[in-house]
């Protein structure tokens, strides 16, 4: 093998083409934004999630591809596993998704593990988060150091609105079970006082625990209270669905109202015919901006649970990101609420582009998003819901309550 011996103008270009291929190099890696997404994709509402990481994905690639955000940076998505119920997973997968330069997070999902990942990650690291479905009223007031936001409403109004729905619907008298963690306590306790102080009867309330292979003993003693339905707040894929299923083993119930972490396909695939005329709620709305997410949304189900509120919650990390000129954690956690309320120009799905150019050029936006996004002064969303029923098959929306 000869070897060539490069001089004079060889060996100048050689220099030249190298400081150009290093100086491309570093502008790449500068212009790639690291964000979390962390929700459960194992767990009892794993047949949710791949719809919400879809959301939140379409909203980054949305913002990245305008070529507006922070004059050409683009956002790349780190996912991690919540699991909804174990804390000390999520907190894992959240400080490696932090450690790997995550600058924000869209989730976590469920109650409990949004609040340890809040405690644990965010708060020692200054890291900004976006749960789009964490509803637990002690989140509220969790101390999170301003870190902590939600695209779904609390359940201290979810709690209210399901109980109204029962009672409109005729219902006198109900016996409750709830997943045992805040989320199921935190619904349980809202329903049970909304309920009877709208005229009804709470005739027994029993916690149930995810991933047991037989909940009759459960079922038993809220069947021997009676009741006109069952009230099941908890997971679709877990308990939750367990618990129906013996309560119509048994022939102790036959209908049932149930929460938003109960409202999706899988179960009523799973259980079939007999779930027919079974209701509930979950935060959503039919606005125009809900309308234009599913012009948007391509293979993602826009009806499906917390999509839209998933979506919100990746566009307002991108939007604050744009409002403060940095993709630093701070000047994103202090224009989270700017972009989200007025004033400013109305955004919705599908507009990321305008925002980003509006905030560009000085001005302010005011994102309505798919789900009409307000943020209270702790962060939470205000949001409306949707009343749904099981018919023929699937879950069809009777109307939106505020």
Do not use: W
């Not at 909804?84 to 409990?112: F, K, P, R, T, Y």
């Not at 991108?318 to 109305?346: C, E, F, H, R, Y």
């Not at 998003?369 to 205000?382: I, M, N, Q, R």
């Amino acid at each position: 093998m000869k070897l060539k011996f490069l001089g004079g103008k060889n060996m100048k270009k050689l220099f030249i083409s190298a400081l150009v291929g290093m100086s491309f190099f570093s502008t790449a890696a500068l212009a790639e934004v690291k964000v979390g997404i962390i929700l459960g994709f194992t767990g009892p509402i794993e047949t949710l999630t791949p719809a919400m990481r879809d959301s939140a994905k379409l909203a980054f690639a949305e913002a990245s591809n305008s070529g507006a955000l922070l004059g050409g940076e683009t956002i790349t998505p780190l996912i991690g596993d919540s699991t909804c119920v174990d804390s000390d997973a999520a907190v894992a997968a959240a400080e490696l998704i932090v450690n790997d330069g995550a600058v924000a997070i869209m989730g976590a999902d469920c109650s409990g593990v949004t609040g340890a990942i809040t405690t644990n990650v965010a708060v020692p690291n200054g890291i900004p988060m976006i749960s789009p479905s964490a509803t637990s009223p002690g989140l509220t007031t969790i101390a999170d150091d301003g870190l902590f936001f939600r695209t779904a409403p609390s359940d201290a109004k979810g709690g209210q609105i399901l109980a109204q729905v029962a009672l409109d619907r005729g219902l006198a008298s109900v016996a409750i079970t709830y997943t045992n963690n805040d989320y199921g306590k935190g619904l349980a306790d809202v329903f049970e006082k909304s309920f009877t102080s709208g005229g009804g009867t709470v005739t027994a309330v029993a916690s149930h625990e995810d991933g047991k292979a037989d909940y009759s003993s459960e079922v038993g003693v809220l069947g021997s209270a009676g009741g006109d339905a069952l009230v099941v707040i908890g997971y679709l894929d877990q308990g939750g669905k367990g618990m129906i299923e013996a309560a119509l083993d048994s022939g102790s119930f036959d209908l049932f109202v149930m929460s938003d972490g109960m409202i999706g396909q899988s179960i009523v695939d799973a259980i079939g015919s007999d779930l027919n005329g079974s209701f509930g709620t979950l935060p959503g709305t039919v606005s125009d901006g809900a309308k234009k997410f599913a012009s948007i949304a391509g293979d993602i189900d826009p009806s499906a649970p917390y999509a839209g509120e998933s979506y919100d919650a990746a566009a307002l990390i991108a939007l604050a990101m744009q409002a403060g000129g940095s993709a630093d954690k701070l000047s994103i956690v202090s224009n989270i609420k700017k972009v989200a309320n007025a004033p400013g120009t109305k955004i919705f799905p599908g507009e990321l582009a305008k925002g980003l150019e509006v905030l560009a050029n000085g001005g302010d936006v005011d994102y309505q998003g798919a789900t009409d996004v307000e943020l209270s002064t702790f962060g939470d969303a205000a949001g409306s819901f949707k009343e749904m029923e099981v018919t023929g098959g699937k879950f069809d929306l009777v109307k939106v309550r505020q």
